[in-house]
């Protein structure tokens, strides 16, 4: 089956596109998932929590949900044990803005026998510009790209050593269809990461194209790992639920705003269960087939046009480098070379 990579790029106009995907509806679901240990980053809300439930209601023996405040979610966990007694549901602190909290994270994932999957869905909108303080970079960049790549990397031989029998594990990151059209204004400036921490860069219309553009830098990150990863033991994909009914990333959004994307979701809005049935696909029904490629609309996709240019491919090198020169004390290049069998 050809990747990502070998399709002809997308072709827009991207709204066109956009209502064609709303329309369509998921496949079902027939994969066994009975035996399987599966992790969700970002499982108390949303999308993830939606795919929460189909993987519950098919069987999962194990499900580990990531959250940021445990108490706030203790009557849904409440609830879903109620309901499926016979699979295991944990809940793991992580909070996306904490390198520490990260790391702490991959140390207990090395307590596990055996994982299947891990969804890294948890993402954010915000109006205003905001400097995490704990790593001091732009918080809608750091929670979308930094942090998300940065679990992915440290997760790569952690997976490598828990893949279940005979098959890989799967690594699936969360991105937007709107990577088809992010702008990406930054991509001229000397040094990416210090552009995206310049408030000076930031749109005042909540952010501009920040997320668009976090959300395409992730599928420049899969482009590059994909080559370190041995897909019979660790598949790296990323996906698109497509554009929600629900409403939980515009929380943040001044109220007029949410009102307008609240009328265009429910025009458009794509179901709980159709979206929720994208994070299935790409962590448990999607295989090997699926590696380093973006799946939308549950099906392998072409990455934006960009991507296939020889300066898309060179902004795509800029992006590596600078992501592994930003997380270099965690000596990301050793990780890579140790995952993909290479000594040092
Ligand atoms: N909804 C859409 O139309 C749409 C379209 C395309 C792509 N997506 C992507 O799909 C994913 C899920 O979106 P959604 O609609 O389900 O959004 P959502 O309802 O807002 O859920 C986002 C989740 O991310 C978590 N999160 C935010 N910041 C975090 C951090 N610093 N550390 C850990 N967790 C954090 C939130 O936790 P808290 O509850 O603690 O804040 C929440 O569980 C996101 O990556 C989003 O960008 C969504």
Known sequence: MASSNDLAPFQGPYFKQLLRSQRLRAPRMTTDVGGQTGIIIGGNGGVALDSVHILLRYGISRLILTVRNPQKF?????????????????????????????????????????????????????????????????????????????LALLLLPVLRERHPPKKPSILTMVSSGL?????????????????????????????????????????????????YANPDEVVVNVTDPGFMRAVGLDQHMPLIARFFVWLLRVAIGRSAEDGAMTFVDATVVKGKESHGSFLYNWKIAPFPASMYQSEGRSLIDKVWDETLHELEFARPQDILNAVKGKTT
């Open 179 to 227: 990577a088809y059209v992010a702008a990406f204004p930054e991509q001229k400036a000397p040094n990416l990461f210090a552009a995206f921490d310049d408030p000076k860069n930031w749109s005042t219309s909540f952010g501009g194209d920040r997320y668009s553009t976090a959300k395409l830098m992730l599928l420049m990150f899969l482009v590059k790992v994909k080559d």
């Open 74 to 150: 203790e009557p849904t966990i409440a609830s879903l044990r109620k309901s499926y007694p016979s699979s295991a549901i944990d809940v793991w602190v992580l909070d996306l803005q904490s390198y520490s909290s990260i790391e702490a994270f991959v140390d207990r994932c090395k307590t596990l026998d055996r994982i299947d999957f891990v969804n890294i869905s948890a993402g954010i909108i915000l109006p205003n510009f905001i400097i995490n303080e704990a790593t001091r970079h732009e918080v809608v960049f750091q929670v979308n790209y930094l942090s998300t790549v940065y």
